[in-house]
């Protein structure tokens, strides 16, 4: 395996902001299965390992069922999420493939599921902190600890 930069020790500072964008999200009114559904989901799309194995464990934490963390790379063709879980998970995929761009429809669909324009705020704002991690945890080779 190649040795990288540990980034949290070499710029300290870029961490303590990374980290201010978490406690900013746990002070939001997202609810921590949506949070961890956003994480896990954007983590599948990026590959990033470390990510995919810390957030399930802790949507497990939140009660979590394992059926849905199973089903969640295929959460279009099951029954098991809310309209506005579908809404969040579309919007996680669009924005972590933003080089497709967010389709109105998407958007929209959203903006009507959650009907909270300070929730939608707060969904893309854990969409956008999520990518920034897996970009830190996938260029770093941050691995997951086996249990």
């Given at each position: 395996?190649?040795?990288?930069?540990?980034?949290?020790?070499?710029?300290?500072?870029?961490?303590?902001?990374?980290?201010?964008?978490?406690?900013?999200?746990?002070?939001?009114?997202?609810?921590?299965?949506?949070?961890?559904?956003?994480?896990?989901?954007?983590?599948?799309?990026?590959?990033?390992?470390?990510?995919?194995?810390?957030?399930?464990?802790d949507a497990r934490k939140y009660g979590e069922t394992e059926q849905r963390i199973?089903?969640?790379?295929?959460?279009?063709?099951?029954?098991f999420f809310s309209e506005a879980e579908k809404a969040i998970l579309a919007l996680?995929?669009?924005?972590?493939?933003?080089?497709?761009?967010?389709?109105?429809?998407?958007?929209?669909?959203?903006?009507?599921?959650?009907?909270?324009?300070?929730?939608?705020?707060?969904?893309?704002?854990?969409?956008?902190?999520?990518?920034?991690?897996?970009?830190?945890?996938?260029?770093?080779?941050?691995?997951?600890?086996?249990?």
């Amino acid at each position: 395996m190649d040795n990288r930069i540990n980034i949290s020790q070499l710029e300290p500072e870029a961490y303590k902001i990374m980290y201010a964008f978490e406690k900013y999200l746990s002070t939001s009114k997202l609810t921590p299965i949506h949070k961890e559904l956003i994480k896990i989901r954007a983590s599948q799309i990026n590959g990033c390992a470390f990510c995919i194995n810390m957030h399930t464990k802790d949507a497990r934490k939140y009660g979590e069922t394992e059926q849905r963390i199973y089903a969640l790379n295929a959460w279009r063709d099951t029954h098991f999420f809310s309209e506005a879980e579908k809404a969040i998970l579309a919007l996680t995929e669009e924005m972590t493939l933003i080089p497709n761009h967010v389709s109105d429809a998407t958007y929209e669909n959203a903006r009507k599921a959650l009907n909270d324009d300070n929730y939608l705020a707060q969904v893309m704002m854990a969409i956008i902190t999520i990518n920034s991690w897996n970009r830190i945890a996938i260029t770093t080779k941050m691995m997951p600890e086996q249990d």
